[in-house]
Every structure is written in C-alpha cells, then in structure tokens.
C-alpha cells in the first residue's frame, strides 16, 4: 500500500512538472522556449516505440536462450551465454549505444539493437534463474510419473518459472525506457531529443520536460508489467503457508 | 513379479554404484532395500522405473525385459513416492493426484472420482483438502498426498524412496502403521528404501541388505534379525536385535486362550483360595459384561471383603493387534507385570505377561536359526 502510495505521488509530481514547464508562457519569461505539446506528444509515442520494439525482440531471444541453456544437453553454453550477457551489462550504456553507430550507421536501427542487447541480460538471466531454481525434487517426481520433456516444461517448468521471467522482462522494460534516452545520439528518436535540446542550450527546465516525462513513463510501464506478472503467476505460489 | 538379473551401474568415472544385484520380490510383497548411505539402495531403486539407466544386466517386470519398454509407459504404471514429495506447487492437491490419471487420458469424472478416493484412503478430507495448494499444507499432509499421488494411476507396483523420512517421529509412526493399513487391502508390489532398520522390520515382508552397491542378505526381517549371514548384517541390525525382534509379532500371535477371570463382586476370601488352588499372583477383575476393570493381586486380597473394593484399576491396555515391543515397553514403564488385552468396547480378551514374550521370543529366535 505504501509501495502504491509513493509511486503515484511520484508519478503525479512528475506529469505535473511536465505540464508546468510545457505551459509556461516562454515570451513572457522572456529566456526560455519551452517545447508544445505536440512535441511531447511525438517524443513520447517514439519513445515508447523504440522501447517497445527492442523489449520485443529481447524477449524473443533472451526467454528461449534462457530456457535453453537449462536444458543438459546445452549445459556447456550456460557459462559463456549468462557470462557473456553479464559483461555485456558492465559496459556503460552510452557506450554500447555509442559503439553501434560506427558499425551499423546512424539512425533506428542502431538505438533499436543497442537497446536490446543492453535489454537483454535481465531477461536471460531471468529466465535462466527462474527454471534453473525449480526445486529437482519436483521435476524428478514428475520424470517418475512418466511425463515427458515437453510436458514437465509445459506442465510445470513454464508455470513455475514465469514470475521471475517476468520480473526480469518488467526491470528490463523499465531499464529500456531510461537507456533510450541516449538514442538520439546515434539518430533514434524519443524523448532524449528534448533532454538534449535542453543540455546543448544550457536550460534546466527543457532538460525535465524531457526526463520528467521518461521517468513517468518508466513508472507506468513498470507498474502495468508488475500487474500482468501478479495475473500469471499460479495461485499455487501466491498462497500463504500456513503451517499446521 | 519384479525380478533383478545382476544389475548393475557403473557411471562413466568409474564408480560401481550397483555391482551384480539379484533378487525378486513377489506379487503383493513389499520389499524394503536397506542399507547405509551410499549402499546403491535408492540407484537401484531407480533402476527399476529407469530413472537411472541400467548399464549391466536386466530388470523384468512379469517377465518383460524393462529395458524394452517405452519408458514413460513404464513409468505410468509405478507409483513414485521420495523424501523430499516434489508435490507441484501450482497445482492443487486434486490436480496432484490426477497427474498419472491425466497422462493415462483417463475420463475427467473418473480422474476426479479417483481423487476423492485416495485422499479418503489417506485419511483426509476430499471436500478440505482436494481444491487446497501444497503450500497451505502440513509435512504430514503433504507426505499423505505424495502417497496418494503415487496411487494415482491405481499402479501394480509401487516405489517408495524413505517416504517418511522428513517427518517428525510421532507423525511417522503414525503413517507407518496407516500405510501397513492400507497395503493389507490394497497388496501392491512395493519396493521401498530407507537406512532405518526399525521401519524395515516394522514395515517389510523382505529385506534386502546392501553394502557397497552389493546385496548382502536377502531374507524376511526375522530371518535378517537372528539368522545374519555375516559380521556386517549381525553389525547392522545391532546387539538389541532381540528387542527388535518383538516388533515382528503381535499380541494375537502370542495370546490365545481366554484368562481366568474374577467378578468385581466376588469375595476376596473365595478368590484367594483359587488363586492358591491354580498357583497365580494375580487375576483380571471384568464386569458382568465382561468389560475390563483392572487387576488384583494376591497381596491386595487381605485389604477388603469384595475383589471391587481392593482391585487396582488399569488404565493400560493393548489390543491383539499391538507389536510385542510397544506390550513390553508400557509393562516396562508402568511396573506391570501383566497387561491385559482388550477389544475395541474395552471386552476382555486375554492377558499377557512378561513369560509370554519371552516364550515367543525364544520361538522366534529359534526359527530364525533353523531357517
């Protein structure tokens, strides 16, 4: 409850800030040119875009590989494939974002892979844990009842691990929308264009009509994900021990 | 029913976890694989549903090569019970139990009926408990639901790996002697490992002894108890093994004849004299409707006229199904020197002394060593 309490206000001083600075009145002040709505309006639906685009494609990859490397027969890859993915989340992420211009040239398409490889690791990771931590005894009972493979993933596997898949998809999403910030350096679009404006012309209140917005919208997305992953997850593992 | 050709398994490193094992266990037996850790016990176990792959000699199943079978279909038809239950926390305690009837493609109102069977047989609820998840449940709960689960599919043979071994003492005596209850209407073929060499002797038609992946005894647990083949079995069943004995017979087997009796109204001067007349210290004093009241004995005659007035009554008593260890302890910790066995509305049936154990006792021994 408190949890709730704190986000909303948090969410609610954010818009409000945004909608304060995009309201002001810029010849009145005299110094200061705040960007319209229809700019937000256009960041934001790109921003969202991009986020949405490389949270997809990270999902496809990282959730099937995660799942992958549990497997025995790929027990080998498990190592190199999380390790990698571990160093891949130690490089800052300007750099990664900043590394793809050079190779795969400005614009979308290098912002959009940079996000997803940066998106990736919690995923990975996560759906690596989140079947990996199943208790054996579980799976082993169901290999002597005679399930096979596909149904002790399907049957049991799958539901058992999908809250921490989720989880990792939820602080992936939410990591994604503060990276894409720094697409537009390599010629992304989204509301980093408006942050950029407001450091490059030295302006305070332009850079939070461009971060007031992108942390509102992290909130948001964060919030929808954590009640999708709470609609999932098996009543079996919500209920509350009550030992007898 | 279930036989066992010098099995053996041998992993790549080179460790002999089961060397050349044979033996087989009849329809209806159960089978317990005793041994300390590390013996191949629970491999072995795991052999005969595959779990574990066989890498020499053979396993049949009424005489099927099982090595041949599908495997999963092997499977279907083995119930599997383990320590650690591996229920499926996001399924109900219903769904549970449906698992092997599911897989089976057994109708839904056949799968549901046979849920509500099981958790009856256990001793639970159907209503309270089938729509429940393993979470909201007790270790003894869950161990109930674990054995029912492996009932599921209604399978021949049962493997059961120290199934009551997480659970507190007083819960596991409790769900030895309801699952002996059940094995006596349902004689399923059981294997069933565990290190605790009372629970193979309390439960076990055979044992099976191991040592180091090799098989060192094969018997019935008396025989196991006081016909050792070596200093390793001798070693393992241990030095009370006698008082281990006495959870091999139960009262019924022992006691046959009716006691001499006295009426609580009798005259304690009348009753001394038939004490002195038969040569005994003490006699059950009943009712007219021959329900127990206690006890009197020769010394306590002197202290009043009617036997009612001087009895001493007994709260302690066993049935004719109680094992002579547990008659022998409560004669033990309650200074008596006979108890008396009773039926379920508290009738007389007889009495048991301390000669009485000690003659079976001897006969047991005795058997064990001709054998």
């Given amino acids: ?244 | 029913m279930i036989k066992l050709d010098m099995v053996t398994k041998v992993y790549p490193d080179g460790t002999e976890a089961v060397k050349n094992v044979s033996f087989e266990i009849g329809q209806g037996e159960l089978c317990v694989l005793l041994g300390p850790s590390g013996c191949g016990k629970t491999t072995t176990m795991k052999m005969i549903n595959r779990l574990i792959p066989i890498t020499g000699g053979t396993i049949y199943i009424d005489g099927v090569d099982t090595a041949k079978m599908d495997e999963n279909a092997l499977r279907r038809d083995i119930g599997y019970a383990i320590q650690q239950i591996g229920l499926f926390p996001n399924m109900t305690v219903g769904r549970n139990i449906e698992t092997v009837p599911e897989l089976k493609g057994w109708p839904e109102n056949k799968r549901r009926q046979r849920g509500e069977e099981l958790l009856k047989l256990m001793g639970m609820d159907s209503g309270e408990f089938i729509g429940k998840y393993p979470r909201e449940l007790s270790g003894g709960q869950s161990q109930r639901v674990g054995v029912a689960r492996a009932l599921g599919g209604d399978p021949p043979i049962l493997l059961m790996d120290e199934p009551f071994g997480a659970i507190d003492p007083i819960t596991r005596v409790r769900l030895q002697d309801e699952f002996l209850k059940i094995q006596q209407t349902l004689k399923k073929t059981i294997i069933f490992v565990t290190h605790d060499i009372y629970e193979a002797i309390k439960l076990g038609d055979r044992i099976a002894l191991m040592k180091e992946g090799e098989l060192v005894q094969y018997d019935t647990p008396a025989d196991l108890l006081y016909n050792p083949k070596n200093e390793f079995v001798e070693n393992f069943v241990g030095a009370d093994r006698a008082l281990k004995g006495l959870q091999l017979i139960r009262v019924k087997d022992v006691v046959k004849a009716s006691p001499p009796t006295v009426k609580s109204g009798e005259k304690t001067e009348i009753v001394r004299e038939r004490m002195e007349r038969a040569g005994i210290n003490w006699l059950a004093v009943v009712n007219g409707d021959g329900n127990f009241l206690g006890g009197v004995g020769k010394a306590d005659l002197g202290k009043g006229d009617s036997v009612g007035d001087v009895m001493s009554p007994s709260a302690e008593t066993a049935t004719a199904n109680t094992v002579l260890n547990e008659v022998f302890s409560l004669m033990l910790s309650h200074g008596l020197d006979n108890l008396p066995i009773v039926d379920k509305d508290n009738r007389l049936q007889g009495v048991i002394s301390f000669d009485t154990i000690r003659k079976a006792l001897v006969e047991l021994t005795q058997r064990g060593k001709t054998g």
């Fill in chain 1, 1 to 244: 409850m408190r949890h709730y309490v704190i986000l909303i206000s948090l969410l609610v001083l954010l818009l409000g800030l945004t909608v304060w600075i995009t309201s002001l009145d810029w010849i009145k002040e005299g110094v200061y040119r705040p960007f319209a709505w229809g700019d937000i309006a256009n960041c934001t639906k790109a921003h969202l875009e991009m986020v949405v685009i490389a949270e997809l494609i990270a999902i496809a990859i990282g959730v099937p590989l995660g799942i992958l490397v549990t497997r025995p027969v790929f027990r080998k890859l498990t190592t190199p494939i999380i390790g990698g993915a571990n160093v891949g989340q130690s490089i800052p992420s300007l750099a990664v974002i900043a590394i793809m211009a050079p190779i795969l040239g400005f614009g979308l398409q290098s912002a959009i892979v940079a996000l997803v490889i940066y998106g990736l690791l919690p995923v990975l990771r996560n759906s690596y844990t989140g079947i990996s931590n199943i208790d054996p005894a579980i799976v082993e009972a169901a290999r002597g009842m005679g399930m096979s493979r596909r149904q002790i993933a399907r049957k049991i596997e799958l539901p058992l691990a999908l809250p921490v898949i989720m989880t990792g998809i939820r602080v992936s999403t939410v990591i994604t929308v503060g990276t894409a910030e720094l697409a537009v350096l390599v010629g992304g679009a989204g509301l980093g264009r408006i942050t950029l404006a407001g450091v490059y012309t030295m302006q305070p209140l332009t850079i939070l009509q461009g971060a007031a917005p992108t942390a509102a919208l992290a909130i948001i997305l964060g919030f929808i994900l954590a009640r999708v992953e709470g609609g999932m997850t098996s009543r079996g593992l919500k209920v509350k021990a009550e030992m007898a």
